[in-house]
């Protein structure tokens, strides 16, 4: 079956992690996330997003070693798997039509 | 001066109350943003944010079971009114003249007794449709579910008792009729009892059941 195109949210979530790599956990994605958007995220909608995202085969995730600054607590880290690669690509190339498609901005911010 | 903990009870909401199996890897992670120096406010914000968006996930997930709660927590007003009528004419009618504790037991056996078992009929009968669909049926969840539901209605049990103090039942309970059965705002608040006895019961033996296991790097 065909999947839907990624949400907004989802699309960023899947360019964070691969932009984070190896690193890609809760805090950093949320910590990039709010540079990126210039505004608060909750890690309570990262996770949601991240587990949508897990469901629909898009993101992997795997526990760490359990650590004692995080009160003992293992990190969980993503990695985009190549369906979602595929559905990264696929919504860019989407986009980028539509995008052409648009008459030039008057008035374009910075 | 920087505090080392968040918010005890923050905290307890969080690694307790928050559904979904993401709890220890983002207890994890607020814990260490807290440790580099976000406030109690943030850690507070967080975790409401994360027990809102958890269980709007879950329920979506689990619809099911809202179904299945809501269709038989409809008959249970009808249910406690048979009881009441049957009644009349047995050992029950007299329970009052009884001698204390004798009284008590049977007033708690003949009202909480039957209610507690029809919420865990339904725990039982939801739980063995949910298990055969998913074909996994673990009896250690079936006790789980069947002791949670126990915990809710008790809970919902007193809640409705204060309800009808406020709002005492503007009819005679054996004299309702049908249509007073359905619109009745106390029959409502009798029907949530067993309704969020039964969703706390099977959610947590079926969704537990079937939560995923998230492999562990070596």
């Known amino acids: 079956m065909e999947r839907g195109y990624l949400g907004e949210f989802e699309l960023m979530i899947l360019l964070t992690v691969i932009h984070l790599g190896e690193e890609a956990y809760g805090v950093p994605i949320s910590r990039e996330m709010e540079k990126q958007r210039r505004r608060g995220v909750s890690a309570g909608s990262v996770y949601a997003a991240l587990e949508r995202l897990e469901q629909k085969g898009l993101v992997k995730s795997e526990i760490g070693d359990p650590t004692p600054e995080r009160g003992g607590k293992a990190k969980r880290y993503f990695r985009v798997t190549k369906e979602g690669l595929r559905q990264l690509h696929k919504t860019r190339r989407v986009l980028t039509a539509m995008w052409k498609e648009l008459p030039e901005f008057k008035g374009e911010p910075a | ?218």
Not at chain 2, 17 to 35: H, M, S
Not at chain 2, 108 to 132: D, E, K, N, P, R
Not at chain 2, 165 to 183: H, K, N, S
């Open chain 2, 1 to 218: 001066m920087k505090r080392e903990n968040p918010p005890a009870v923050a905290r307890w909401i969080l690694e307790h109350l928050v559904p979904g199996k993401k709890n220890d890897a983002l207890a994890g992670d607020l814990l260490e943003e807290f440790r580099c120096g976000r406030s109690s406010r943030w850690y507070w914000r967080q975790v409401l944010s994360a027990f809102v968006l958890g269980f709007m996930q879950e329920s979506r997930m689990n619809w099911s079971v809202f179904v299945f709660a809501f269709f038989w927590a409809l008959p249970a007003s009808a249910l406690w009114i048979a009881v009441i009528r049957w009644q009349s004419g047995t050992f029950f009618a007299r329970r009052w003249d009884l001698p204390w504790p004798y009284s008590m037991i049977c007033e708690l056996g003949l009202t909480f007794g039957s209610q507690v078992l029809y919420v865990w009929a339904g725990v039982i009968f939801g739980f063995a449709i949910f298990s055969a669909a998913k074909k996994q049926f673990k009896v250690r969840y079936l006790v789980r579910g069947i002791g949670i539901s126990l915990s809710a209605y008790l809970i919902t049990f007193v809640a409705f008792f204060v309800w009808r103090l406020i709002f005492p039942m503007p009819f005679d309970i054996r004299f309702v009729t049908p249509a007073g059965l359905i619109v009745s705002l106390s029959m409502i608040a009798f029907r949530m009892t067993f309704f969020v006895a039964v969703v706390a019961g099977l959610w947590s033996a079926c969704v537990s059941a079937s939560q995923k296991k998230i492999r562990t790097v070596a």
